[in-house]
């Protein structure tokens, strides 16, 4: 059975998910925020830029201890890790494949934190039936998303660069886990911090190679809005739930914010929808769910609280 704090966990997870899937349908939703002329790499670096400045303004007045070397270099890993190189290996595949495939291969995502998070997370391994629910969650997602097999040498580079990006996310995702279940409140806020600034400058570096920079203060003004009220809170509860439930559990995000995306665009638009596309969210969500509610190693709710949050 769920405890208090297990059933807030879950929540949270839910509220992330629904944050993500507002942003993926953002574009549609709120056209007019969506007209930016940012390079997307820029823009996903500003809520990084915003929560370094808060995460340091509040560790200093926290009088928080800064980390040493070590814990100094796992962060700045968290933060390439699990923003950056996902985040640059899918702009490069953006022209060679679908919108639709790339939701498809990062519902591997799971399937990658279950075999990866007791080498890299420190936890027991699932049982067995952790591995065939994040299966049986891809094989949904295959049935909802369309999946263009490449066609072409690109088309195959670009292809296996998304896998590496799902497999980057939930390595990242497994260290990340195990780092934060380790710190104290007073110590999380330096760390989040570095991964967040860690983060920022690999996008602006990597924007001004590849994309280029935009400096117009009127398009950061219309994006400062969306990532104070959307992308930031997504970015709080990412670090907040951290602490609070294992990787696996935290990657069914991949799983949970495609359903929600395909269930607010089903109450908007009221499409019909095929059996295929029912059959698909069963799987997606049986899976999801068996990786939330199934009994697992997690990190200690109790010992720990995001200091961001205290």
């Known amino acids: 059975m769920q405890t208090k704090n ?16 507002l942003g993926a349908m953002r574009s549609d939703l709120f056209p007019a925020s969506a007209a930016n002329s940012m390079p997307p790499l820029e823009r ?11 995460a340091s303004v509040f560790a200093l007045i926290r009088k928080t201890k800064w980390p040493q070397a070590t814990l100094v270099r796992s962060s ?25 495939t790339r939701v498809a291969l990062f519902s591997l995502t799971p399937v990658f934190a279950v075999v990866f998070e007791p080498h890299l997370g420190g936890t027991e391994p699932q049982s067995r039936g952790g591995l ?13 998303f369309p999946v263009n097999l490449p066609g072409s ?22 260290h990340a886990v195990r780092l934060a279940s380790s710190l104290s409140r007073s110590s999380i806020a330096p760390v989040v911090a570095i991964a967040c600034a860690s983060s920022a400058a690999g996008l602006v570096a990597t924007s001004a190679i ?11 003004a219309s994006e400062f809005l969306w990532s104070v009220f959307v ?32 269930l607010i665009g089903m109450a908007l638009d009221r499409p019909s929808v095929s059996l295929r596309i029912w059959l698909g969210i069963l799987l997606m969500a049986a899976g999801a769910g ?6 697992g190693e997690a990190p200690d709710a109790d010992s720990s609280s995001l200091s961001l949050h205290s």
């Open 6 to 21: 297990g059933r807030t966990a879950i929540a949270a997870l839910f509220l992330l998910s629904i944050l993500l899937a």
């Open 44 to 54: 996903e670096a500003l809520p990084f830029a915003i929560l370094t400045v808060a």
């Open 76 to 100: 700045m890993a968290i933060g390439l890790g699990l923003f950056v190189a996902p985040a640059v290996l899918v702009s490069l595949s953006l022209n060679a494949v679908s919108a639709y």
């Open 132 to 144: 065939l629910a994040s299966l049986v969650a891809v094989a949904g997602a295959l049935s909802i």
């Open 153 to 174: 040498i690109a088309a195959g580079v670009a292809f296996a660069a998304l896998i590496a990006a799902a497999a980057c996310v939930a390595a990242a995702n497994c």
């Open 210 to 220: 590849t994309q280029g920079l935009s400096l117009r203060s009127s398009a950061i």
């Open 231 to 262: 992308t930031l809170p997504a970015l709080l509860l990412l670090f907040w739930l951290m602490q609070r439930i294992s990787a696996a559990r935290m990657t069914t995000r991949f799983l949970l914010a495609p359903l929600f995306a395909i």
């Open 290 to 295: 068996w990786l939330l509610l199934a009994p």
